[in-house]
């Protein structure tokens, strides 16, 4: 593949996702707000309050789209001073809102069903209104469809979970109808007890939708393509022998910053680093949108046989432990008697603890050398 094919352009990118995710929401508010209509006329006319409640439901699935269409507006302003990287989180805080009106709509509808199982009103459906709540079906399950390809394709997490939630719209209007046809069969109202089934899966989807917004403000794991991708560009530049401590900020959808160290020979002068470090930049901005605030620097013992085999030696040592996931930035002066290195642990064990046991067992193998060991965070997926 050439660069001319692998070259992309971040700004264009964004336009064409912002575009995707505002023409989608609109697309789904048309639909929810056309269904609200019909599923009201219908559950009026009818007396049911589980096609009531549904009705709610579309309508709640309005306003979530008019939340992401907002949200996306404001996430897409410039930076300014107060904001130096930009309002891309916006997109987070209006997938928390669309979650509490998810959760408003779900305890709304409890409360109401409970209270037509304790005060029964009887329904009266026609073959009118089991026409539309079918066709509800359809168009709730070709929404879901197009809403969640669309996310996908502009790597929306608010537009996925609003195709998402469609589809288990799609599942409750199919309750919805067949509790109807039960009705009208057997004269068995279930109208309420569906309702209280349709408000547990509604909360839960709210639920569902809160936690996942917690994990994106938290900070969640980097995505391991992405991570491999930054990885791969680096690692094709010859001097370069490894990359290493790759950390992604996220300022929003499609907004990462990064940080990493790389190796490199200990021959190299200050003014080639300098060179080097500005291309892997620009590449990995060009080639996946993200951009490096700050490349580090491992020296490489060259030419020295004795430091090649005391690596060989420590790295034995460290990975001996299952909780040693890395050695890297491993260098030795010899002189003055020095030697660092990094060393990535994971979550099992206790940071301290285990650099106290390296340092032992270091120290053992080579006690005339002053030791610098630097533990890791098992940030990224490494090699």
């Known amino acids: 593949m050439s660069n001319e094919e692998k070259t992309i352009n971040p ?3 964004a336009e064409s996702r912002n575009k995707i995710i505002i023409s989608t929401s609109l697309i789904g508010i048309a639909a929810n707000l056309f269904l609200v209509g019909f599923k009201a006329f219908v559950g009026l006319l009818s007396n049911s309050i589980a096609v009531i409640l549904d ?9 979530s789209s008019v939340i992401t269409i907002i949200g996306t507006r404001i996430a897409n302003k410039k930076p300014d001073k107060k904001h130096p990287l930009g309002h891309g989180r916006v997109e987070y805080i209006s997938a ?28 009266n459906y026609s073959k009118t209104s ?14 879901s469809r197009y809403v969640v390809a669309q996310g996908n394709k502009a790597n929306s ?6 195709g998402k939630d469609a589809g288990f719209d799609a599942i409750v ?3 919805v109808l067949l509790s109807a046809v039960i009705y009208l069969i057997w004269g068995v109202s279930l109208e309420a007890y569906v309702g209280v089934l349709i408000s547990v899966l509604i909360i839960k989807a709210g639920f569902e939708m809160l936690f996942e917004t917690f994990s994106d403000i938290l900070g969640r794991r980097a995505d391991p393509e992405l991570v491999a991708k930054i990885r791969e560009i680096i690692s094709a530049e010859p001097e370069v022998r490894g990359v290493y401590d790759i950390i992604l900020n996220n300022y929003g ?18 003014d080639k680093v300098d060179v080097l470090t500005r291309r892997v930049q620009a590449k990995v901005y060009m080639e996946t949108g993200v951009i490096l605030t700050g490349v580090g620097v491992y020296s490489f013992n060259t030419g020295n046989d004795n430091a090649a085999q005391m690596r060989n030696t420590v790295l034995e040592k460290v990975l001996a432990h299952d909780w040693a996931l890395q050695l890297h930035g491993f260098y030795v002066d010899e002189e003055k008697k020095e030697m660092r290195f990094d060393v990535v642990m994971s979550f099992d064990v206790d940071h301290d603890e285990g650099l106290k046991i390296l340092h032992d067992e270091i120290s053992a193998l080579y006690p005339d050398y002053s030791l610098s060991i630097v533990p890791d965070v098992d940030i990224s997926d490494l090699e």
């Open 11 to 13: 700004i264009e990118i």
């Open 157 to 162: 997490q608010s537009l996925v979970a609003s």
């Open 173 to 175: 209007s199919l309750s």
């Open 130 to 143: 089991l026409i539309i709540i079918a066709s509800a079906v359809v168009v709730k399950f070709l929404l």
């Open 253 to 270: 959808p499609e907004r990462n910053y990064a940080s990493l160290h790389i190796e490199l020979p200990d021959y190299l002068t200050v």
């Open 96 to 123: 928390m809102l669309v979650s509490a009106l998810v959760l408003y709509a779900g305890i709304t509808a409890m409360v109401e069903s409970v209270k037509k199982i304790i005060n029964p009103v009887e329904a």
């Open 55 to 63: 009705a709610v439901n579309n309508l709640s699935d309005a306003l």
